[in-house]
Every structure is written in structure tokens, then in C-alpha cells.
């Protein structure tokens, strides 16, 4: 039976992922307190203790923002830690699936980021992120690195979703920037594609996974409150105003476009991912149904 190290159990993929990866093995979940990745012996000790067939690595600094400060965490969480488990990987002959971003990418181009195009971050997450892709290939034979964006779930502490709701049942017009691009990824669908690959393993290397289609945050916000509004939520938003990134100062520099082409990933699983409005729609019926 496959033993299974996820790590970032309350997270919004890693709560995903303990339910769906728990029939498909036996899964030894991991928070911050069972395992603290600013730690690397803890790390090494965890790995030999549970000794893994297969660790996914679902745990990440993920504050965009607070990284271009506290840089140094961010690379020891995002860069040293996945390193030690491709290390910890090789040596116990296991296989890793790694997550990572699509903020890897300086977002200059129009046209879908494919797995050959050359990184090149432009904030401090994303280059601890990239820290991290470089380590676990370099270190680890039986490596999957599974870049996706804009991800968003019913569990976990927050996400673009959750705050336009929040936000939309208190005021009655919001401000959304409408000039970065990319594509809202769903956890239900990101954690089945990721079991898939646990099921039918894959050639090691780099895969992009995001729900299908392109779209702004304003146009995501848009949909959001006309899905909402239709499952009965409670809103009083009346108008979403459309602005620019320069409006919107943030201490991180975003992408201005970051779409992953999903062609490598669509061809494995046999069938495109859903439509990221398909998984909204999934997502807002969980939240639905947790009112
Ligand atoms: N969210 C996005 O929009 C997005 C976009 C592209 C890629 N990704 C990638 O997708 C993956 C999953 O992201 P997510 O949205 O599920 O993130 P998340 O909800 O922020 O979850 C990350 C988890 O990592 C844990 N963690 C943070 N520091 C830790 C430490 N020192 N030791 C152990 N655990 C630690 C957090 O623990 P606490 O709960 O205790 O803080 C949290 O549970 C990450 O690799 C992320 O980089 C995310």
C-alpha cells in the first residue's frame, strides 16, 4: 500500500487532498505543529520516521505580500525545505509531487505560459518558489512539479472568493483591478488531478494544472456575485468598478498575465480541466451548504 506525506494539511489544497488521497493510500497528514518546515532536521526526522512511497508537498509560505519583507522565511519555507524532501525523496527511493505557481512567470507575455518557457519572477514569493522547483529537480529523480494559480477552496484561512463575498454582503460597490490576467483554479479540481497522478504515476518533471479559461480578477468578481446571487447569499454589492494595477498598490509586484497552458496535462488526463466557472459554482455550493 502506498504510504503518503502530505504536508500543509490545513491549507486550502492540503484539506482538499486528505480527503481525496486518504482511499488511495495510507496518508500520514502533517501541519505547521506536526512539522514545522522552517525546520530542516525536523523535516529529515518526520521523512525517515513515516517512510513515504510518494510526500506531497501541499504546504507553502503563501502571504504575496508580506514575503518582499519577510524574504528569508519565505525562501527557508518555500525553497530549503522542498529541497530536503527531494533529498530525503532520493534516498528512500520515493516519488514527490511539489506544488508551485504560476507568479514563477513575469507575466510579459499574451499568450498561455508553457512548461519550456523560462522563469523569471518578479516578487520575492514567487522567486522562493522558484528556489524550490530548482532544489526538488535537482535533487530528486522521481520528482513531479505541479505548478497551478489562483487557487481557491472551501477550506483554509481565505481566498479571493471568500473576500468578495465577505466584502460584497457589506458594501454596495467594490474596486477590483481588471489588468492581470490568469485563471481561478479550484482545490476539488487540482486535489483530483493530483490523485490521478498518484493512481497512474507520470514521468517526473514539470506540469502546469489550472481550471481552464482566462480571466481578470474584476470579471472573476463579477461572476462571483452573479453565482452567488443566484445560490441566495446574502449581498449588498450593486457595482463592481473596474481598475488598473497602478490604482492598486500592493508591496508585491503581481504578474500581469500568468495563464498556464494546461496542453501537457490535458493530453495525461485525456480530457481538458473543468472551466474555472464550473468549479466555482462546485465551490460556492460547499460554501452553501456549510451556511
Ligand atoms: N493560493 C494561491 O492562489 C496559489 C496560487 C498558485 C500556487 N499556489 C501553491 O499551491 C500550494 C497550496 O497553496 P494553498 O492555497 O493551499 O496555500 P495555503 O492555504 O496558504 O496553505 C499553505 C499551508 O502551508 C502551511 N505552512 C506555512 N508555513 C509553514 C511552516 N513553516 N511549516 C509547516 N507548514 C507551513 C500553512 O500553515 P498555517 O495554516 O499554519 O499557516 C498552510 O496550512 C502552495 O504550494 C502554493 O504556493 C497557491
Not at 505547521?32 to 525546520?39: A, C, F, G, I, S
Not at 532520493?90 to 505560459?113: C, M, W
Not at 489588468?179 to 518533471?205: E, Y
Request: overall charge negative; proline content about 6%; aromatic content about 6%.
Amino acid at each position: 500500500m502506498t504510504r503518503i506525506l502530505l504536508t500543509g494539511i490545513a491549507g486550502q489544497l492540503g484539506s482538499e487532498l486528505q480527503h481525496t488521497l486518504v482511499p488511495l493510500g495510507e496518508v500520514m497528514g502533517v501541519d505547521r505543529h506536526k512539522l514545522d518546515l522552517t525546520q530542516p532536521d525536523k523535516i529529515r526526522q518526520v521523512i525517515g520516521e513515516v517512510q513515504p512511497n510518494l510526500i506531497v508537498n501541499a504546504a507553502a509560505y503563501t502571504a504575496v505580500d508580506k514575503a518582499e519583507t519577510e524574504t528569508e522565511r519565505a525562501n527557508a519555507i518555500n525553497g530549503t525545505a522542498p529541497t530536503i524532501m527531494a533529498e530525503a525523496a532520493q534516498e528512500l527511493g520515493a516519488a514527490l509531487i511539489h506544488v508551485s505557481t504560476d507568479y514563477i512567470f513575469d507575466g510579459r507575455k499574451n499568450t498561455p505560459y508553457t512548461e519550456d518557457d523560462t522563469p523569471d519572477p518578479i516578487n520575492a514569493y514567487g522567486q522562493s518558489k522558484r528556489l524550490g522547483e530548482q532544489g526538488v529537480l535537482k535533487n530528486c529523480d522521481r520528482a513531479i512539479i505541479l505548478r497551478t494559480a489562483w487557487v481557491y477552496g472551501a477550506q483554509g484561512k481565505g481566498n479571493f472568493v471568500k473576500t468578495m463575498l465577505r466584502l460584497g454582503a457589506e458594501r454596495e460597490e467594490l474596486r477590483v483591478v481588471v489588468d492581470q490576467v490568469g485563471t481561478p483554479t479550484w482545490t476539488g479540481d487540482l486535489a483530483s488531478a493530483i490523485a490521478q497522478f498518484v493512481q497512474h504515476p507520470i514521468d517526473s518533471g514539470i506540469y502546469h494544472f489550472t481550471n481552464s479559461g482566462a480571466i481578470s480578477w474584476y470579471d472573476f468578481a463579477v461572476a462571483i456575485f452573479e453565482e452567488a446571487q443566484q445560490m441566495g447569499f446574502p449581498l449588498q454589492v450593486k457595482q463592481v468598478v473596474p481598475i488598473t494595477t497602478a490604482e492598486y498598490p500592493t508591496p508585491a509586484p503581481r504578474p500581469a498575465y500568468s495563464v498556464l497552458s494546461t496542453q501537457k496535462i490535458s493530453a495525461i488526463l485525456g480530457h481538458h480541466p473543468p472551466h474555472w466557472r464550473t468549479g466555482l459554482r462546485q465551490m460556492l455550493k460547499q460554501l452553501s451548504g456549510n451556511k
